[in-house]
């Protein structure tokens, strides 16, 4: 079994899925809507992103108490809540703010998701969950900074098309983390019956 270095990519499998979830309902609602003016969809992002960080400030709690790579999860979870915030509160602002904010915010993202699968895991599949969601996320992000010439609402499903991505790769990560930690707990669990069968004094003394 390949190697996984206890960081950010090793958080409690639940905190993918929470955020699978969120991701592809609000990416549905954003990209799917038939509003016509962006203003109405903007504070729907915002309470998306303050969705996430609420997320990822439990995901800061859960890794404190463990002493494994929780600065790195708070950072984050400052992040989605400043981005949030800051899209509530110019909601009523001109268009190339919001689109801006949002594009950053993406670019910003995927370019963190393509450092985690590189850098925190050797998994196959594991790097290519991650690596592929960021390519997206940069990819949409680019997309979202060019596409001031199109009609309002634009913008915002492209962010939408991406948030299905990131949520459906997040889920994906979260069950495909679940299986791992049952194969590891498994695994040790042999190890210690062997360990016994082969050395029953030492285990009598202890």
């Known amino acids: 079994m390949a ?3 206890r960081k950010y990519i090793d958080s409690h499998w639940l905190v993918f899925i929470f955020q ?12 799917f809507t038939s509003h ?3 203003r109405n969809l903007i504070p729907l992002v915002g309470v998306y992103l303050l969705a996430l960080a609420v997320v990822e400030f439990a995901n800061t709690i859960y890794r404190s108490s463990r002493s494994e ?3 790195v999860s708070l950072l984050v979870a400052l992040f989605d809540a400043a981005c949030g915030l800051l899209l509530l509160f110019i909601s009523n602002s001109e268009m190339v703010w919001h689109l801006s904010i949002i594009a950053a915010y993406t670019l910003i993202r995927g370019f963190f998701e393509i450092l985690i699968g590189f850098r925190t895991t050797v998994d196959p599949t594991d790097r290519f969950i991650w690596v592929l969601c960021g390519i997206c996320g940069m990819i949409f992000g680019f997309v979202i900074f060019n596409s001031g010439h199109l009609p309002n609402i634009d913008f915002l499903r492209f962010f939408g098309a991406y948030m299905l991505i990131l949520g459906i790769s997040s889920l994906d990560y979260g069950v495909h983390n679940r299986v791992q930690k049952l194969e590891d707990r498994e695994a040790r669990s042999l190890a210690a019956k062997e360990s016994k069968r082969k ?8």
Do not use: D, Q, V, Y
């Open 3 to 5: 190697h996984i270095k």
């Open 20 to 31: 699978g979830a969120i991701a592809l309902i609000f990416g549905s609602a954003t990209l």
């Open 36 to 38: 016509e003016s962006p």
């Open 69 to 71: 790579g929780w600065f």
């Open 199 to 206: 050395n029953p004094k030492t285990s009598k003394r202890r």
